[in-house]
Every structure is written in C-alpha cells, then in structure tokens.
C-alpha cells in the first residue's frame, strides 16, 4: 500500500504500569511466552499491507531501538526520539518531514493492542474521501453503573458492554478507540500549538467537515494498569 504509512506512538512514561514500565516501556511488555505488545502492532500493520511504520519514541528510546533493530532487519521502520514529556501533537511534528507528501498515516497508540482487520478501516477512509477517519467501538466498563429513570434507580449492573453513552435529546456519544488514518496534508495546514492534539484537530476538522468515523467491529484491548495486562494474559486472548 504505497501511499500509506503507519505511525505508532510510544514515547510515554507509563507511570501507570507502575514497577512494570520501570525497566521496559509499556510497547515492549509481554502479552505471551512469544509476543510483546509492539509486535502483534506490527503483524496488524503488515496484514493490511502497511509496510512503512514510524515510532515516535521518548521514554526508553535506546531499549524501543535495539529491540525493533535486533527482531525486524531490513525493515522500512524509522525510530526516532522525540523526547519524553513530548506530547502527541509535538511528536508528530517533529517526524512528518519523514511522511511522504499526500501520504495517508495510520496512527495508533503505543498501549492498544487490535482484533480486527486494519483493511477494513482503510477501505472506509478511502470510501469516505475524507482527509481523516476516526474509529468507534464497543467496550465492556469494568465499573459498576447505575441506571437511573425519571430520577428512580432501576437498575444496578457490571460488566456492562458499553457503545454509546447517551447525553442531550437527539445525540450521544461514542467511545474513541484511538486508531485513525490522517491525510498528511491535514496535518500540513494544522497549527501546533496545543497540548490536547486530537481535542483540537478533530474538532478543527469536523469544522471542516473532513472527518469520517469508522465503527469497529473486532475488539480493542488498552492497556493502562498492571491489571489490564494480568486480565489479557489470565483470559489467554489471542489476536
């Protein structure tokens, strides 16, 4: 796919991990006997026929770098440090001289691992012809929820599958999944100058009504805390 690349983000601290992230980042934490959670990243990436992935890095940069030099030879991988209390608007600024002029960027989080085909969202940025699709999908809260009716408890429920959350008459919310495909020269015209990168430019962009979304249908897996990664590996996922 010629006139995509990828870029995964991975230059945070991961203060939330705890002692994990203490000696690695959270990108290279294991999910199996096999696999870190940057390589089943990569195998999603190639799947769709991705082949050019950047990686912004920060925290931890030498061990992301000697890790992806020493498993992925001869790779179109560019691994650049763009410091640790970087944020993500200033880490894409610094490496879009590296994206080619027109050049569609798959961008995804460094802490998101993925269960479903990444062609399918390509397939619907391309139909849309937007200059960027951002993606929805189902999540399972781990939160006790209480439903209310006209001010009345009806109901007290876990685990609960959660799409939507509804708010004003005639709308809702949906839940980002943190994977979108940007048009480069979106990004050519965007001022960087906020730290809140996606509140800013997709707003900026929804203005423009340039801005197409994506339902995903596969699951999606963030892992913030040491539990979420001990829930992945009990549950024996496989993606």
Same mark, same amino acid.
């Given at each position: 796919?010629?006139?995509?690349?990828?870029?995964?983000?991975?230059?945070?601290?991961?203060?939330?991990?705890?002692?994990? $992230?203490?000696? =690695?980042?959270? %990108?290279?934490?294991? +999910?199996?006997? @096999? &696999?870190?959670? #940057?390589?089943?990243?990569? /195998? *999603?990436?190639?799947?769709?026929?991705?082949?050019?992935?950047?990686?912004?890095?920060?925290?931890?940069?030498?061990?992301?770098?000697?890790?992806?030099?020493?498993?992925?030879?001869?790779?179109?991988?560019?691994?650049?440090?763009?410091?640790?209390?970087?944020?993500?608007?200033?880490?894409?600024?610094?490496?879009?001289?590296?994206?080619?002029?027109?050049?569609?960027?798959?961008?995804?989080?460094?802490?998101?691992?993925?269960?479903?085909?990444?062609?399918?969202?390509?397939?619907?940025?391309?139909?849309?012809?937007?200059?960027?699709?951002?993606? $929805?999908?189902? =999540?399972?809260? %781990?939160?006790?929820? +209480?439903?209310? @009716? &006209?001010?009345? #408890?009806?109901?007290?429920? /876990? *685990?609960?599958?959660?799409?939507?959350?509804?708010?004003?008459?005639?709308?809702?919310?949906?839940?980002?999944?943190?994977?979108?495909?940007?048009?480069?020269?979106?990004?050519?015209?965007?001022?960087?100058?906020?730290?809140?990168?996606?509140?800013?430019?997709?707003?900026?962009?929804?203005?423009?009504?340039?801005?197409?979304?994506?339902?995903?249908?596969?699951?999606?897996?963030?892992?913030?805390?040491?539990?979420?990664?001990?829930?992945?590996?009990?549950?024996?996922?496989?993606?």
């Amino acid at each position: 796919m010629n006139n995509f690349c990828c870029i995964i983000l991975c230059g945070g601290k991961s203060t939330r991990m705890g002692t994990l $992230s203490k000696k =690695f980042p959270k %990108n290279l934490l294991k +999910i199996d006997k @096999k &696999n870190r959670i #940057i390589d089943k990243q990569i /195998k *999603k990436v190639f799947l769709a026929g991705i082949k050019k992935i950047i990686f912004p890095t920060g925290y931890k940069h030498q061990e992301i770098k000697n890790y992806l030099n020493k498993n992925y030879k001869n790779k179109d991988f560019l691994i650049k440090n763009t410091g640790i209390s970087t944020s993500i608007g200033e880490r894409l600024k610094k490496i879009l001289n590296n994206v080619e002029e027109n050049s569609n960027i798959l961008l995804i989080n460094g802490d998101t691992l993925l269960d479903f085909n990444l062609k399918d969202i390509v397939k619907s940025h391309l139909d849309s012809r937007k200059m960027v699709t951002i993606s $929805s999908y189902q =999540f399972e809260t %781990n939160f006790g929820l +209480i439903k209310i @009716k &006209n001010n009345n #408890i009806c109901s007290f429920e /876990k *685990k609960v599958k959660m799409k939507t959350i509804n708010s004003l008459k005639n709308s809702h919310y949906v839940i980002n999944a943190g994977i979108s495909i940007i048009n480069k020269s979106a990004l050519d015209k965007f001022i960087f100058n906020d730290s809140d990168f996606e509140k800013k430019f997709y707003n900026y962009m929804i203005k423009k009504k340039q801005i197409n979304i994506f339902d995903i249908k596969g699951k999606i897996f963030q892992f913030d805390t040491p539990k979420d990664l001990e829930n992945f590996k009990l549950k024996k996922i496989k993606v």
